[in-house]
């Protein structure tokens, strides 16, 4: 009965994906507090003369196979598989790009660098009479790919189409004639006639507006000092229409090479909430009163190769700042909540949010409206002298 009782509470609480195997069974099996205490015998352990050898060894070994790369991977092989989840992940990710560019499937992603590295050729100094010839067969056969799943009813796919459209017009009419770009015309063209895209010269390099309207830098400063994590809320939802303008202000951010792969899942029902905010381990004890939760799913998808795996992280990470932002310019407050590499809470977001081998969750965020009067954490901040240098070694 006890034990059933607990498991009961560990189901209920989510917290049954923290613990598993041998941790889950010692967990249930010993008395109250005794798995506290021995999960404290690690840190006293390591506080003792013993421990404090060991975990000198262990540094010594660490940093001696960090020399090499082959030790370095067999130590992953043989004694830690931590990271067979990002290896999988972006295998996965691999497999999907290449198939999708070579069984004619189109890659969006695949496109939208494409695009953008002709619109980069095109604002090029000095302007070259000829360029991308090497990409624009490769970028006129996504373009076509990714028609046809528009064909097939994929809307989401319009707006970068409509983009990829007017840079091609413009990049066709530019460039100096070669066989190659005539090729590539030709078949741009015919496919176009197949399915009308709609144009709009707005989408060509643009003069930005000469005298913007900006928020000052007295105005960002109290921004940022006035953004803190917030962890208590007042209980109201958060509409949203908050939300969406929120969105839309951090698509805005970079990307590399514009491709944007990632996307924010949010959710305001509170049984999501729950079920979705304990996956991760940095809500337990505020959880209960989140009105608004969010995880950054990264796109490895959008990438062929190994050497782009961590931009969906950086990429998904820059726009949350945005948005961050947008949002306490609206009264709302948010508290990031990291999303650490465990296989238990990967697979458990995996199983919720029904994520694809090739999607990772990046990191979650609460959101809501701030309780009145609570304190938040000072969290001091580096000094300016620590923070930044310049031209070290000159
Ligand atoms: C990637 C990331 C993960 C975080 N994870 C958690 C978390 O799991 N739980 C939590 O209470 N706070 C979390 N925080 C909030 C940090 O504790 C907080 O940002 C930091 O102390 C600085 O404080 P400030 O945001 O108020 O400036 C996280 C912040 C970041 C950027």
Request: glycine share 8%.
């Amino acid at each position: 009965m006890k034990l059933e009782r607990k498991f009961l509470a560990v189901e209920e609480t989510g917290t049954a994906y923290r613990r598993k195997g041998m941790r889950r069974m010692l967990f249930a099996l010993l008395p109250e507090n005794a798995y506290d205490r021995l999960r404290g015998g690690r840190v006293r352990f390591e506080a003792s003369p013993w421990g404090r050898r060991w975990s000198l060894f262990v540094a010594a070994w660490l940093s001696a196979i960090a020399r090499s790369g082959v030790l370095s991977g067999l130590h992953y092989a043989l004694f830690s598989r931590e990271f067979d989840r990002e290896h999988r992940a972006v295998l996965a990710a691999r497999g999907r790009h290449i198939r999708d560019v070579f069984a004619g499937r189109g890659n969006l992603y695949m496109l939208r660098r494409n695009v953008h590295r002709l619109e980069k050729g095109l604002i090029m100094k000095p302007p070259r009479p000829i360029f991308g010839l090497g990409k624009i067969g490769e970028t006129v056969t996504a373009y076509r790919a990714c028609l046809g799943q528009l064909g097939r009813g994929d809307e989401d796919l319009r707006t970068s189409l409509e983009w990829a459209k007017d840079i091609l017009n413009t990049y066709f009419d530019r460039v100096a004639d070669h066989p190659v770009v005539a090729e590539a015309r030709a078949r741009f063209e015919a496919a176009d006639a197949d399915h009308h895209v709609p144009t709009s010269a707005d989408r060509a390099p643009f003069l930005r507006a000469l005298e913007p309207s900006l928020p000052t830098i007295e105005q960002i400063e109290s921004l940022a000092a006035h953004r803190r994590s917030v962890r208590w809320f007042d209980g109201r939802p958060v509409p949203r229409g908050v939300i969406d303008r929120a969105v839309e202000i951090a698509a805005q951010s970079p990307t590399a090479c514009n491709r944007q792969p990632f996307r924010f899942e949010f959710f305001d029902s509170p049984e999501l909430v729950q079920k979705v905010g304990a996956v991760p381990k940095g809500t337990p004890g505020w959880l209960h009163q989140i009105p608004c939760f969010m995880v950054i799913i990264g796109k490895f998808d959008a990438f062929r190769f190994e050497r782009d795996r961590h931009v969906p992280y950086i990429d998904g990470c820059l726009s949350a700042m945005a948005l961050i932002n947008a949002l306490e310019v609206q009264g709302v407050s948010s508290c990031c909540v990291n999303f650490p590499d465990f296989a238990d809470t990967e697979q458990r977001m995996a199983e919720v949010l029904g994520l694809a081998p090739w999607e990772r969750a990046i990191m979650c965020l609460a959101i809501g409206y701030p309780e009145d009067g609570e304190r938040v954490p000072f969290s001091q901040k580096l000094p300016l002298s620590m923070m930044r240098r310049y031209n070290h070694g000159e």
